[in-house]
């Protein structure tokens, strides 16, 4: 079935890319079924699939009798049209734009998420066979505003191990992390509140929070947590409303806020009414849980949120929120106005199916294993190039580097982008902009030598040079 599907996606590629090139004008005609099943060498009922497909997406329409023809008004972009903007500035959503929209072949160290191959394929099939067989309820229904019980009832479980003590009904789903920080925006926040994010942090905190019309105030990070003599200054000076971070396992540095920085800052919030939004996507890859904001708090003065699109799949969208109970029914009434329902059925049942799969929890110490090894060889290659580690993580997949000799992130990160290469240069992770000579790695992302390779090239003293490109065209018709 998959090697299939595999050969329909073939020859609907082949067909796209002599559209994109020219090579079929609107209203020219489609080989003919049984020639191009002879030129791409696969069998006519997969051609009659392809060209299905295409006629149901809009790009051909069949004349009964005479055969398939480029749509009278398909476009015909030219190839380099169709990928991302090189000439992008580069800002908090340069990285997200440049991995999300990239080519196959595309080298990705600067991304955020783990390689397919890393990922729990083998019990997410699973679980969606077990899906195929659910009632069609599930398959045609809204889903309730708080989202699937049992998997409410495992993460309310989940927190209750670290000694967060909460009922599933203060837990509530939505579509994904994103979406959870940004239904706690539209809560807590009105255009020109300020919030305080730490620098470096997550650059798509700044990207939502731009999009609200906060007003950004950043403490510097250091590998205990936030600078606490800033922090207390901030909080007085400029009144902040929220405090968005992540605890363990912080990103973009791998860094771990300790006990006693977390003892401060919850004192520092009750006393000037900060309520923190405390970002938990990363706890699953620690080796054993650390500190968080959260249990120590009690969900008094913090709010947590997650997704399993790290751990899981970024392909199915779902994530939490886990929160105080007279703030979860004006959450949930956002999420209804903003979407109708609650999170995905679909999704939430996938998510909580592969959760209870018996080797999900063999997976996962199987990946924190893999993920040492990757760092440590990542550190050790980077050294190598001159790169300095900001802090060893415990866990993750992140890597904060300086660059040798004060070099410029933001250039080498240009010159690798024409290399096919998407690198994080520093600066789309600080609001202040103090990290021009450093920059994020994604080692599992890192085992290509292609990648180390652009990396010298961009660095040597005698200049960037051009590296032969890398090409994975699809067949053309003949």
């Known amino acids: 079935m998959a090697k299939n599907a595999t050969r329909t996606g073939q020859v609907m590629a082949a067909i796209l890319d002599q559209i994109a090139r020219r090579t079929l004008a609107p209203g020219d005609k489609l080989p003919s079924i049984r020639r191009a099943a002879a030129s791409l060498k696969v069998s006519p009922s997969t051609v009659v699939e392809a060209y299905d497909r295409l006629v149901a997406e809009g790009v051909v329409h069949a004349r009964p009798g005479s055969g398939f023809y480029v749509a009278s008004g398909m476009a015909s972009p030219a190839v380099n049209e169709l990928q991302p903007r090189a000439d992008r500035a580069i800002d908090p959503l340069w990285v997200s734009r440049q991995s999300l929209d990239a080519a196959t072949q595309t080298l990705k160290p600067g991304c955020g998420w783990l390689p397919p191959d890393w990922m729990p394929g083998a019990i997410l099939r699973r679980a969606l066979r077990g899906l195929a067989r659910a009632d069609d309820a599930l398959l045609a229904n809204y889903g309730g505003t708080r989202g699937l019980l049992p998997l409410r009832q495992f993460l309310a479980r989940r927190c209750a ?15 994904s992390g994103t979406q959870a920080i940004d239904l706690i925006c539209r809560f807590l926040l009105r255009p020109g509140d300020t919030v305080l994010v730490d620098d470096p942090c997550y650059f798509n905190f700044q990207a939502l929070l731009r999009a609200h019309q906060a007003r950004i105030v950043s403490v510097p990070y250091t590998p205990a947590g936030p600078d606490m003599a800033r922090f207390a200054e901030i909080l007085t000076e400029h009144r902040p409303r929220l405090y968005i971070t992540t605890c363990g396992l912080h990103n973009p540095t791998g860094a771990t806020m300790s006990a006693p920085t977390v003892h401060k800052v919850l004192t520092l919030a009750s006393a000037h009414g900060l309520v923190i939004v405390e970002d938990d996507i990363f706890a699953e890859f620690e080796p054993e849980p650390s500190p968080r904001l ?3 708090d009690g969900l008094v003065n913090v709010i947590r949120i997650g997704s399993f699109s790290k751990t899981l799949s970024a392909s199915v969208r779902c994530g939490y929120i886990a929160t105080r109970p007279d703030w979860i029914e004006a959450l949930v009434d956002l999420q209804v106005a903003t979407q109708f329902g609650g999170a995905s059925p679909l999704a939430s049942q996938l998510v909580f ?8 929890r063999r997976h996962l ?10 760092r440590r060889d990542t550190q050790a290659r980077l050294a190598a190039l001159g790169f300095r580690t900001w802090v060893t993580p415990r866990g993750g997949f992140y890597l904060w580097c300086q660059l040798p000799d004060g070099r410029d992130a933001a250039r080498l990160a240009q010159f690798a982008l024409g290399e096919g290469v998407i690198l994080a240069p520093g600066n789309v992770f600080s609001p202040a902009q103090q990290a021009t000579d450093f920059m994020r790695f994604n080692v599992t992302q890192m085992d290509d030598p292609r990648v180390y390779a652009v990396l010298k090239a961009g660095l040597g003293a005698e200049g960037p040079r051009r590296l032969p490109p890398a090409t994975d065209d699809p067949p053309l018709l003949s």
């Open 161 to 175: 191990s670290e000694g967060l003590d909460l009922s599933p009904d203060q837990v509530l789903l939505t579509s």
């Open 365 to 374: 110490a199987a990946l924190r294993g893999r993920l040492s090894r990757a």
């Open 353 to 360: 199916d592969s959760l209870m799969d018996s080797s999900y």
């Open 294 to 296: 959260a249990a120590f």
